[in-house]
């Protein structure tokens, strides 16, 4: 099996994706810290064709060197946005009728492998989907979680509490997407 | 929606961690160079009951402060174990009966939305799988390649040529297991 060399991969160059369609999924970051993690949610959204990607509070928005050494660049493809208020960024999206999902261990949150029994899916006469990960310790704030129409949980059999937020953020997009005709 | 407290979670303590059921994944590095991601996989195979996570060449084994930063103890809970030359890790599992599954591009790869109608799933009746992500920049060699059974792709649909390598064993190790009973 050779490997593909990187002109082989045939990916598109910034102004193609830019005008390319996307999945109709948000993914807004409540309070994340690490600009390493940010970037590399970056790099998910770009490879998934997220349309946005929402930093809000402490979540440092580009430009930032340290943002773009794990973004590698994703972050002059990808579309994002800075609100301070996390609230206000939801609030925004559930006004243009967004599906709000966060990330997060709650009471009744459903196992992302039953997410696609659930009417959480991405699909052309749905709503789209806008996805909240939140702070490495915190997780989404619970205000934040209060304004969201449901949480999602990434079923964890181990000792620790929670997986890293980006791996977190790439596998909860990877569910959303894996079915998706732009896959 | 309640978020739920540390305790609530119900985690395993480590000895009861060690002697729980596990996937019948392991997860071979080929060469991977950050401490910040091989302690980031330590905790996706913790969170997923991976049953052995095997470092080779660069990759640097535990203990390490930087590996602990990310992987926050999961280090103590996940079996591991470090060779020096990846194609004899990989070769040792052959021969115990693994199915080997590299993690890359390559002509005839296997689009990860398309893995479950493969013969690399988990099930009772079919050998256990060893999944092997490589290098940050180079990916996993072509002699370590040219030793797999298969090579599983995830699709990408951006600008950039790769996502994270620690996303890439979240999202592969996901949709190995998303099925599992023990999920």
């Known amino acids: 099996m050779r490997k593909l060399t990187n002109n082989e991969l045939g990916r598109l160059d910034i102004p193609s994706f830019r005008s390319a369609p996307k999945n109709r999924v948000t993914v807004i970051l409540d309070n994340v ?5 940010i970037g590399s ?6 490879a998934f064709r997220i349309e946005k990607l ?4 402490i979540s440092t928005p580009p430009p930032h060197r340290d ?3 794990s973004a590698l660049g994703a972050e002059f493809s990808v579309d994002w946005e800075y609100h301070s208020q996390t609230t206000e960024a939801v609030l925004s999206l559930k006004e243009q009728g967004y599906h709000i999902l966060a990330v997060e261990q709650t009471v009744g949150s459903i196992p992302l492998n039953h997410l696609s029994k659930s009417p ?6 749905s709503p789209p989907i806008a996805v909240i990960l939140g702070h490495e310790i915190h997780g989404v704030s619970q205000e ?5 129409d449901a949480a999602v949980e990434i079923p964890q059999q181990g000792t620790k509490h929670s997986l890293n937020v980006a791996v977190s953020a790439g596998i909860v997009l990877w569910e ?3 079915k998706s005709p732009i896959c």
């Open 144 to 148: 934040v979680v209060n304004l969201c």
């Open 41 to 46: 949610i970056f790099r998910s959204c770009d």
């Open 67 to 69: 943002i773009h050494k």
């Open 54 to 57: 929402v930093l809000t509070g």
């Open 33 to 37: 810290r690490s600009l390493n993690n």
């Open 176 to 178: 959303l997407i894996r």
């Open 120 to 125: 959480y899916i991405l699909h052309p006469d």
